[in-house]
C-alpha cells in the first residue's frame, strides 16, 4: 500500500508567477485536501476535494484553485505568487470527508 | 486562523519522562485529534477523540477531552528519542455536509533528551 506522494519536493518561484503542486493519494482513499503550513505554524486548510468537486473551501482567495482526477489524484495551483505564500504545502487524503488525514511530506514553496 | 493553543510551546525532558501537552479550542467540535510532524514533514495521525469521549488510550498515548472547558491533553509515558517532533491538536466541526477541514494549533515542539 503506497501512501501520499507529493511533487515537488521543493521550488523556488519569483512574485507574479504561477505554481502547480501535485499530489498522488493513498490507495483507497477518494478524499483529498490541501493545508498551507507557514513557518512556525500549524497548517491551515485550503480546500477539500470529493468526487473531482471542491467540498469545502478555508480562507483563502480564489488565485488558489485545484482540481481532482478520476484516480483521486489532486493538484494545487496558486496564480500571481506573493512573497506570503512561501510556506509547505501539504497534501491529505481519507477515507472520506470526515475521516482521519493521511499526509505527504509536503511540497515547500519559496517565493523570492 | 487558528483555533487551537497547544500548550506549552516547547517541551523539553529526558528520555524515560512522561510529556504532557494540552491544547485549548474555541467552538463546538465533532472530534478533536492529535498529530506529530518531525522536522517540517507531513504530519502523522496519533490518535482522535470523539466529542461524547472522555478518554482514550493508544501504546504510550493518552489522551483527555472536557467540552465543558474546550481543552485537551496530550500524555506521552516512558518517553524515547524518537518521540522528539513537534505535536498538533486539530478540531473538526460540526459542520454537516461539505467541509471546513482540520483547524490546528501552533503545536508544542518537544524535544527528549538522551
Known amino acids: 500500500e503506497t501512501g501520499v506522494t507529493q511533487s515537488p519536493t521543493h521550488l523556488i518561484k519569483t512574485r507574479g508567477q504561477q505554481v502547480t503542486l501535485r499530489c498522488s493519494s493513498q490507495s483507497g482513499h477518494n478524499t483529498v485536501s490541501w493545508y498551507q503550513q507557514a513557518l512556525g505554524q500549524g497548517p491551515q486548510f485550503i480546500f477539500q476535494y470529493y468526487r473531482e468537486e471542491e467540498n469545502g473551501r478555508g480562507n483563502f482567495p480564489p488565485r488558489f484553485s485545484g482540481l481532482q482526477f478520476p484516480n483521486y489524484s489532486s493538484e494545487l495551483n496558486v496564480n500571481a505568487l506573493e512573497l506570503d505564500d512561501s510556506a509547505l504545502y501539504l497534501c491529505a487524503s481519507s477515507t472520506g470527508t470526515h475521516s482521519v488525514l493521511t499526509f505527504g511530506a509536503g511540497s515547500r514553496l519559496t517565493v523570492l | ?114
Open chain 2, 1 to 114: 486562523s487558528q483555533q487551537g493553543e497547544e500548550d506549552p510551546q516547547a517541551l523539553s525532558i529526558q528520555e524515560g519522562e512522561n510529556a504532557t501537552m494540552n491544547c485549548s479550542y474555541k467552538t463546538s467540535i465533532n472530534n478533536l485529534q492529535w498529530y506529530r510532524q518531525n522536522s517540517g514533514r507531513g504530519l502523522v495521525h496519533l490518535i482522535l477523540i470523539r466529542s461524547n469521549e472522555r478518554e482514550k488510550h493508544s501504546g504510550r498515548l493518552r489522551v483527555t477531552l472536557d467540552t465543558s472547558k474546550k481543552s485537551s491533553s496530550l500524555l506521552i509515558t516512558a518517553s524515547r528519542a524518537a518521540d522528539t517532533a513537534s505535536y498538533f491538536c486539530a478540531t473538526e466541526g460540526l459542520r454537516e455536509g461539505g467541509a471546513d477541514g482540520l483547524t490546528f494549533g501552533k503545536g508544542t515542539h518537544l524535544i527528549i533528551q538522551p
